[in-house]
């Protein structure tokens, strides 16, 4: 049996106001909170005892998920009392590992929507005698990520910045977010500060001679740190483009959970998700969006690619396209909101008060 550490600590900035009451691993992802979908596919990869690193809003985890064993796993939850990052998570948490020195552990971040063959990693890590072995996968623009460069055995070469320009790009290979660690190696990063294995830890072990081994993935692989890659992953959820055994229902056009209500001349596609209690009105249209608990899209609302707030409502023939609406918001009738808005947790916006002109 493989163990593994699920990192879910962060405070989600870039994803605010999504993160103001729910720590990003818990947003709603096609109808359930993200983490149940990488919890579910470690699971069904062999995986049965998981830490969770927390920070963030860490009070909100263990009552939901418990120990575990509703989905097969024996769930275990460390707090982290100061923000320690990547590497100093992972070490903060060793104590509660079972495994023997040389034996595997699996590590996720808690923010990674991925197709990823867990087994072939940690087949990959057996075979290869890596001290360390990372997920990467190729993206056809590298520049917002570090760069990871293999020889033509895998083998990790270097860790290399952001490219600032063309020449700097000598691989289209990324650092997925996913790695096995030797059990006696998570033991020798520092404790008691913060420590990133990105930007530390994984130099320091190459340039002391680490075998650090390198696995190519390029299955369906998506960063959520933004709104709008998260309301794209759970569209691809529910359209079966992103895998998970823990969708609640089928694979489609749209997936609305018992309780909430749609009009029957309400139109959903791409991918929209309906959660619990929430109401689609007459004649709306909701094309990949979330519309979660409790929230309310009133008659006639055209709304494309966004995310509605637990609790909030979107007035009559208002039109969303790419925008944030925060929990318990209220956005009033014959308003328009186009690319990049994003409305406060509560706030209110009065009717047709925000308009563009027809020929914008």
Same mark, same amino acid.
């Given at each position: 049996?493989?163990?593994?550490?699920?990192?879910?600590?962060?405070?989600?900035?870039?994803?605010?106001?999504?993160?103001?009451?729910?720590?990003?691993?818990?947003? &709603?992802?096609?109808?359930?909170?993200?983490?149940?979908?990488?919890?579910?596919?470690?699971?069904?990869?062999?995986?049965?005892?998981?830490?969770?690193?927390?920070?963030?809003?860490?009070?909100?985890?263990?009552?939901? *998920?418990?120990?575990?064993?509703?989905?097969?796993?024996?769930?275990?939850?460390?707090?982290?009392?100061?923000?320690?990052?990547?590497?100093?998570?992972?070490?903060?948490?060793?104590?509660?590992?079972?495994?023997?020195?040389?034996?595997?552990?699996?590590?996720?971040?808690?923010?990674?929507?991925?197709?990823?063959?867990?087994?072939?990693?940690?087949?990959?890590?057996?075979?290869?005698?890596?001290?360390?072995?990372?997920?990467?996968?190729?993206?056809?623009?590298?520049?917002?990520?570090?760069?990871?460069?293999?020889?033509?055995?895998?083998?990790?070469?270097?860790?290399?910045?952001?490219?600032?320009? &063309?020449?700097?790009?000598?691989?289209?290979?990324?650092?997925?977010?996913?790695?096995? *660690?030797?059990?006696?190696?998570?033991?020798?990063?520092?404790?008691?500060?913060?420590?990133?294995?990105?930007?530390?830890?994984?130099?320091?072990?190459?340039?002391?001679?680490?075998?650090?081994?390198?696995?190519?993935?390029?299955?369906?692989?998506?960063?959520?740190?933004?709104?709008?890659? *998260?309301?794209?992953?759970?569209?691809?959820?529910?359209?079966?483009?992103?895998?998970?055994?823990?969708?609640?229902?089928?694979?489609?056009?749209?997936?609305?959970?018992?309780?909430?209500?749609?009009? &029957?001349?309400?139109?959903?596609?791409?991918?929209?998700?309906?959660?619990?209690?929430?109401?689609?009105?007459?004649?709306?249209?909701?094309?990949?969006?979330?519309?979660?608990?409790?929230?309310?899209?009133?008659?006639?609302?055209?709304?494309?690619?966004?995310?509605?707030?637990?609790?909030?409502?979107?007035?009559?023939?208002?039109?969303?396209?790419?925008?944030?609406?925060?929990?318990?918001?209220?956005?009033?009738?014959?308003?328009?909101?186009?690319?990049?808005?994003?409305?406060?947790?509560?706030?209110?916006?009065?009717?047709?008060?925000?308009?563009?002109?027809?020929?914008?």
């Amino acid at each position: 049996m493989t163990e593994a550490i699920l990192l879910v600590g962060g405070k989600g900035t870039r994803l605010r106001p999504l993160t103001v009451n729910t720590p990003k691993p818990m947003i &709603p992802a096609a109808g359930v909170p993200f983490l149940t979908h990488q919890l579910a596919r470690a699971r069904a990869a062999g995986v049965e005892h998981i830490v969770l690193a927390t920070s963030y809003l860490a009070e909100v985890f263990e009552p939901y *998920f418990g120990d575990g064993s509703a989905m097969g796993l024996s769930l275990e939850y460390v707090t982290e009392q100061e923000p320690l990052g990547t590497g100093g998570a992972i070490r903060n948490v060793a104590e509660r590992l079972t495994s023997g020195p040389d034996e595997p552990v699996l590590i996720f971040n808690g923010d990674i929507l991925t197709g990823l063959d867990i087994g072939a990693l940690v087949t990959t890590h057996r075979t290869s005698g890596a001290d360390v072995s990372l997920h990467l996968t190729r993206v056809p623009d590298p520049r917002a990520f570090g760069l990871v460069p293999t020889d033509a055995d895998g083998r990790v070469t270097a860790f290399l910045e952001k490219p600032q320009t &063309p020449e700097e790009i000598v691989t289209d290979q990324i650092n997925a977010g996913a790695y096995v *660690f030797r059990r006696s190696v998570i033991d020798t990063i520092p404790t008691g500060r913060p420590v990133s294995v990105e930007r530390e830890t994984f130099p320091d072990l190459l340039s002391s001679g680490a075998h650090l081994q390198g696995m190519v993935d390029s299955t369906y692989w998506l960063d959520l740190g933004t709104p709008q890659a *998260f309301v794209r992953g759970s569209a691809d959820l529910v359209l079966g483009r992103a895998p998970s055994p823990a969708v609640p229902g089928r694979r489609g056009d749209r997936l609305v959970l018992e309780s909430a209500s749609v009009a &029957p001349d309400a139109k959903l596609t791409g991918g929209t998700v309906v959660c619990e209690g929430a109401t689609v009105g007459a004649g709306a249209r909701i094309d990949a969006g979330v519309v979660l608990r409790d929230a309310v899209v009133e008659e006639g609302a055209v709304i494309t690619s966004s995310l509605i707030g637990a609790g909030a409502r979107v007035g009559a023939r208002t039109r969303l396209s790419h925008v944030v609406i925060g929990d318990g918001a209220v956005v009033g009738a014959d308003n328009e909101l186009r690319e990049g808005a994003r409305v406060w947790c509560d706030a209110r916006l009065p009717a047709g008060s925000v308009r563009f002109s027809s020929d914008q």
